[in-house]
């Protein structure tokens, strides 16, 4: 009945909370009671509290553009001219949450690697920066003010939190060996990507904004795939060219760099978007492809099938020339998942599929095939190095088992750290005890989905949760293959990473609030 479940108890609070979550249902629910008059209550004071919320936002952007404006007026009007545009638009996403998540969202999937104009104290952030900082700012203000009800943890917010103390352990003992100025840069915008997961499950209140999010995941990621079409279907130096004007927003600095990508000591070309690395492609279209297809399969899906049907092809085909073949390992794990905890007869279409692949009716030689099968017997020069990427993360993980060696440099100049393997990499820079809290974490968030995700009555909503988990299945199964998951230079994939994990726990909670009702 009521999306926000507010409305089982009357009472101010609980008026004020069902008014903050705009919940509609719940409005009529309370005039039809007769509670008008708490319901104005209710609704005078939040917007007390969102005009404080705006005037302390308002205010710290205010400061930060004086800030800002004496940091740049002695370099260029153009930079002072791009620093009130930015500042515009971080006001913005000051006042306005829901706004400042989709620009993120759009950002990390057309736009990852993209700067902002204006250098700050001699460091151009990225577009990915300000947006989960300035989230993190409305979050705060938020609390400040108290325009909130309660502050949201959920039950991952404890080991999540010891996960990251961990972190920084292991980052001050790193600091014993080697960690330069720019490791740390990149560390902390690990952090923050990390951290996103609380901005989320607190910034996210209502379906709506689950569903918005939800969408703007898969359009996004359809843009993206279609970008990435396109520049593979397009002669090389034309792609070449179409890629290199993206040096005006940050992309490749250096004239030597490589744009166009292909399989190692091959000719074979691999899609990448504007995601510069193709299995960064890959494992973005990966985890928008399984949202995708879980929404195909919902009996009430967020956007309508005859949007959704082309969306998916248009990723699946993307996530195909990517040749990322651990985001095809992701992808076909996230879909086992989804044919396990909802869609049985799923299997049947797999088992069919292996029975047309074992009898050789669809032939080996297909590249998409013999690209898979060549990784998979480690026969290709990629393949061969993973293999001994492994064994070298092995030994340096045998001589500091515990905290690792950290986010900078080996402190041996025989090993190095980085290996294509979230798990091996974690590791390799947070020990055993890191890696183990990773784990740990993990393994809890689906607890939870296991406990709840079956008894959501509400169809929408159980589809959203499982595709979501399906999704972080995909990254985990993923990350055996690939690193870039908790990969200090990928921060925005880490992010999405987490708020996918914190919109598990949003559509965990409204389905708990309608049951209430």
Known sequence: MSEAGACSITGIENVRRAVWYNDV????????????????????????????????????AL??????????????????????????????????????????VAVATLLPYGVVPVPVGGVRLTLIDVALTALLMVWMVRLLTGADVRLEVTRLGGPLLVFILLALVSFAVGTSYYVSAESTRLFLKLINSIVFFFTVVNCVRSRVQLRQILVSLIVGGAAAAALGIVLYLIPAATATQALLSLRVVGYYPSAGDVVVRYIADTNTERAISTSVDPNVFGALLMLCGTLAVSQLLSSKPALSRKWLAPLTATILVGLVLSLSRGSWMGFMAAMLFLATMKNRKLWLLYLGLAVILYFGVVPADVPFLSHLLSGLEAKDKAAAMRLGEYKDAIELISKYPWFGVGFGSSPSIDLYVGVSSIYLLM???????????????????????????????????????????????????????????FNIRFPHVSALFWLIAGLIFVGLRLAEQREHV
């Open 427 to 485: 590791a390799e820079q947070m020990g055993l005890i890191g890696l183990g809290a990773y784990l740990g974490t993990m393994a809890l968030l689906f607890v939870e989905v296991f406990k709840k995700a079956g008894r959501i009555v509400d169809a929408e909503l159980q589809y959203i949760v499982l595709g979501l988990a399906a999704a972080l299945v995909a990254a985990l199964g993923a990350g055996v293959f690939d690193h870039h998951f």
């Open 63 to 104: 400061i930060a553009g004086l800030a800002l404006g004496v940091l740049v007026s002695a370099s260029s009007p153009i930079y002072v001219l791009a620093g009130l545009i930015g500042l515009g638009v971080g006001v913005g996403l000051l006042i306005n949450a829901q706004a400042g998540l989709l620009t993120f």
């Open 25 to 60: 249902a719940c409005r009529k629910l309370l005039l039809a009671r007769g509670e008008l008059d708490l319901f104005r209550g209710a609704d005078i004071t939040l917007r007390d509290y969102e005009w404080r919320s705006r005037a302390i936002a308002l205010l710290l």
